[in-house]
């Protein structure tokens, strides 16, 4: 049995060839540790192994985790869908929000954010392929979305993610994860100041840091294969 402090090792080594074939620097891409479906104890090990930022997908489970992990200064990252009657205790309770896709949303976390808090960290989640999924916002609609978000003043845009259609052809997952580049590039290009790229999972990760991810979001290469779950 590998431990939990193995793989992460194993991972972070994997980020680092990542970036040096791709002619990145070390730390251009940052982990998350997708901790969705594995107990408070799963985050305790990694968090000792030197990863301090999670993500969690379903509220109820992260606010359980948190509650056990108050002793610990850890960063989260909210990166499930979000229910507009779930924005309050997500805009209380976490440091970033990496799905977001509909002004509504943005509008409802902004409302929420506590004051003594910095701004809530924001991607917008872009979806690239939309016979695939039903979350993200098209292409077409990205730039109004960002613009509005932008002006929220507890809310901070840092740029965009995706969940491409998950496939093991190599060439497919670079030309998913380039279009997603491509319309942050686009996005910077119109002036807001952006610097975050969210892409990349345990099977693909490799091919988001070529395109230029900055997070990685990798759960099952840490932790292992979920127990399955019902929400
Ligand atoms: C579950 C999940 C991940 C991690 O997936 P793995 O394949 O376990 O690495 C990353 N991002 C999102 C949005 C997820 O829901």
């Known amino acids: 049995m590998t431990t939990i402090a193995e793989r992460l090792q194993a991972v972070r080594a994997s980020i680092y060839d990542a970036l040096s074939n791709a002619g990145r620097q070390p730390e251009q891409a940052v982990l998350l540790a997708v901790s969705k479906a594995h107990p408070a104890?799963?985050?305790r090990a990694a968090f000792a192994a030197g990863q301090n930022a999670f993500g969690e997908n379903y509220l109820q489970?992260?606010?359980?985790?948190?509650?056990?992990?108050t002793d610990l200064n850890i960063e989260w990252h909210f990166i499930g869908?979000?229910?507009?009657?779930k924005t309050q205790p997500i805009a209380q309770h976490f440091a970033w929000v990496h799905g977001v896709d509909r002004l509504k949303i943005a509008e409802r976390l902004n409302a929420a954010r506590p004051a003594h808090l910095s701004p809530l960290q924001i991607c917008i989640q872009l979806n690239i392929s939309s016979e695939a999924s039903k979350s993200g916002v098209l292409p077409h609609e990205v730039?109004?979305?960002?613009?509005?978000i932008a002006k929220l003043p507890h809310l901070r845009l840092r740029g965009l993610m995706a969940i491409p259609a998950p496939t093991t052809d190599i060439e497919l997952q670079r030309?998913?994860?380039?279009?997603v580049r491509?319309?942050?590039?686009?996005?910077?290009?119109?002036?807001?100041?952006?610097?975050?790229?969210?892409?990349?999972?345990s099977e693909d990760f490799s091919s988001a840091i070529a395109e230029g991810a900055t997070i990685v979001r990798i759960g099952s290469a840490i932790f292992g294969t979920r127990p399955t779950h019902d929400h």
């Open 61 to 69: 489970e992260a606010l359980d985790k948190q509650a056990e992990l």
């Open 81 to 85: 869908p979000i229910q507009s009657n």
């Open 41 to 43: 104890t799963a985050i």
């Open 182 to 201: 491509l319309a942050y590039e686009a996005l910077r290009n119109r002036g807001l100041e952006l610097d975050t790229l969210s892409m990349g999972m």
């Open 143 to 148: 730039d109004a979305l960002a613009d509005a």
């Open 175 to 179: 030309r998913q994860f380039r279009m």
